[in-house]
């Protein structure tokens, strides 16, 4: 099954359509980089109270000043990206190394990052799969059970909708093996599988095809996420329902005013109310990221800003609007500022020759990967069309 619509003719002779190409590598480098630019910027701000939050976001985040910004809650400078972005690099670092998804590579990663003390702001249902992988529990076993739903598995499924961008079977099959190492909770599941989706369509999306600023857009993900998680799947499509009839019948305006109180009111109803602000729960957490990107579908800055202003797991809120946004408009149309004053900030002091060049190459590397297979996939479709015999030829 392709996620773009394939077409075949019903007399059986004809070949389908040729597979369809990836996006272009500044897609994927904008889908990296922004999730540590949102992860990186973010990261001063999580679990700060929403009006700490907002006045971080407004007064620093939106002029891209952060030179009177001390460490984050960590200890660390600005700059430093946290476990969104590592966990996201080395399953991206897997993909590239085994050339598809190897659920035991990627749990050996996790398991050594965190034996070797290299994660940054991890979460206790990570960690505690951590624990079991490095005692020899194999990755099927190891993740946290229900109740516990957090979104470390949503923070870091995005390669997979990268490396699977044209095949939505193997897409939903990954994107819930990567998420149980660690989670098991089908929320926890259904956030995996809905960043990696919602990945995927970023970077399909094109003048040919709908995008996030379309109703019809999301009614698909809703559809594709609902073969996980049934409530998940609703969940987005309320979601959708409510913020473009709001925009259609009393002219919302995207991102503000009486659109953002109504969609963070309902969400947060549903929240983690130990959590002021988002909490880390997958449902709310990535519900927020979906609305960052339907209220600024091309403009990273302003969804990260958006992403950050209700306090909370805004790190991880942020880094997932970003992964979404950067996918869907590419690196070379991240603002200015943030190229030329964000991302030289960009670190992580636990792999240092990661900084933003670093994680520029893993992308490239990828699209690489993803580029050469999909060349192969065009040969063979070539051949299979090779062998079609013309209707007027065969009488």
């Not at 050594?112 to 076993?141: C, M, P």
């Not at 996420?225 to 979601?239: A, K």
């Not at 636990?350 to 993803?370: C, F, M, P, Q």
Request: net charge negative; charged share 25%.
């Amino acid at each position: 099954m392709s996620l773009r619509k394939v077409a075949t003719r019903s007399d059986g002779v004809h070949p389908p359509d040729p597979p369809p190409a990836p996006a272009p590598v500044e897609r994927y480098q904008g889908a990296l980089l922004g999730c540590a630019l949102g992860d990186a910027v973010g990261a001063w701000a999580e679990a700060k109270d929403p009006a700490e939050a907002k006045d971080y976001a407004v007064y620093f985040v939106r002029e891209f000043d952060f030179t009177n910004v001390g460490p984050h809650h960590h200890g660390m400078r600005m700059g430093q990206y946290t476990d969104d972005t590592q966990l996201t690099r080395e399953l991206m670092l897997s993909l590239i190394d085994e050339g598809e998804f190897v659920p035991e590579d990627f749990a050996n990663r996790i398991a050594n990052a965190f034996a070797k003390d290299e994660i940054v702001g991890y979460g206790r249902a990570t960690q505690e799969a951590a624990v079991k992988l490095l005692d020899g529990i194999s990755w099927e076993d190891s993740g946290t059970p229900p109740p516990r739903a957090g979104n470390g598995a949503a923070m870091r499924a995005g390669p997979l909708g990268m490396l699977y961008y044209h095949d939505a079977e193997t897409l939903l099959k990954t994107a819930q093996d990567q998420a149980v190492i660690t989670h098991k909770a089908e929320m926890s599941v259904a956030g995996s599988v809905a960043i990696a989706m919602g990945t995927a369509m970023c970077l399909n999306a094109s003048k040919l095809t709908s995008g996030p600023h379309e109703r019809g857009w999301w009614a698909w993900l809703a559809r594709f996420v609902g073969r996980n998680s049934e409530e998940f799947g609703r969940d987005i499509d309320d979601l959708a329902k409510m913020v473009f009839e709001g925009r259609r019948k009393t002219k919302w305006k995207a991102g503000e005013g009486e659109e953002y109180d109504t969609v963070l009111a309902w969400i947060l109803e549903g929240d983690d109310h130990r959590w002021s602000g988002i909490s880390p729960w997958a449902r709310s957490s990535v519900l927020w990221s979906f609305y960052c990107l339907m209220a600024h579908p091309r403009d990273i800055w302003k969804a990260i800003e958006l992403a950050i202003i209700p306090g909370g797991d805004v790190d991880t809120t942020a880094a997932m609007a970003g992964t979404l946004v950067g996918a869907h408009i590419g690196i070379t149309k991240f603002p200015k500022q943030a190229l030329e004053i964000v991302a030289p900030l960009i670190h992580d002091v636990k792999s240092e020759r990661y900084t933003w060049d670093g994680l520029t190459r893993i992308a490239n590397t990828l699209h690489g990967i993803v580029a050469d297979q999909y060349q192969e996939r065009l040969t063979a479709w070539e051949i299979e069309q090779a062998k079609v015999i013309p209707l007027d030829q065969g009488k």
